[in-house]
């Protein structure tokens, strides 16, 4: 009995370490965790400054829209391996061109949009992600235009606005009827881009109060709904369905 309960302490020790042990060489850190927030289940996806490196992705090299993570991953090529995650991004037009502000590698490819409509994008205020040489940052379309960084890496619009500012949107309801599976992205206290999709079918209400509620984004944006998809190496996740536009790649800074 004794040196069962000993062998079982030390299976228990070794399985414990295992959380402090080094990564491989060359493997990418998880950068995505389950949550579970007023009842219903998402994934949260960090991307921290001093560990990541954000872009975007839309178009193949010969200028097609890649539709698919398949062929995200044959467009990075050897980058690929450097993947921490990746999402759908700004909304997008039936041939998968953005309909709204894109700025990818510092080059705009696609203008930023102020114009009335109806769809989810129309829902004012939307808003932008962006990166620049302070940081990364979610700031409704307004006070962007107003406030327009002169050099920007990375941009994608989408709406609405989830959160404005410590405020939640003013036109959800607290847990409405529309529900769907959504993904969206805020900025932390600490300037972290925090990414979220919902495991089930939510309301825009539940969804904007995760991002302000949970994870101390003041401000966050809605990337996209039922479409919603993610690709997580680390979890050997890779969501298929529907052709995508735009997309977000999170990039491991280390390799």
Known sequence: ???????????????????????????????????????????????????????????????????????????????????????????????????????????????????????????KPNGVFYGDAGGWHVAATDAFAAHRPRRIDFATQSGPMLVIEGRLHPAFAPDGTSKHIRNGVGIDEEGNAIFAISEERVSFGRFARLFRDELGCRDALYLDGSISRLWDPAAGREDRGAPLGPMVVVLDAGG
Do not use: W
């Not at 391996?81 to 894109?102: E, K, Q």
């Open 1 to 123: 009995m004794l040196a069962r309960l000993t062998l079982t302490a030390f299976a228990v020790t070794l399985l414990n370490a295992g959380d402090s042990l080094p990564r491989p060489t060359g493997a990418v850190a998880p950068a995505c965790r389950p949550l579970a927030f007023e009842g219903s289940r998402f994934t949260i996806c960090t991307a921290r400054s001093g560990d990541h490196r954000i872009r975007l992705a839309d178009l193949d090299a010969g200028g097609r829209p890649l539709r698919q993570f398949s062929t995200l991953k044959v467009y990075l090529g050897t980058d690929a391996r450097r993947v921490a995650f990746a999402m759908n991004a700004g909304m997008y037009d039936l041939g998968g061109r953005p309909i709204g502000l894109h700025v990818e590698a510092g080059v705009e490819q696609a203008a930023l949009s102020r114009r009335d409509g109806s769809g989810n994008f129309h829902l």
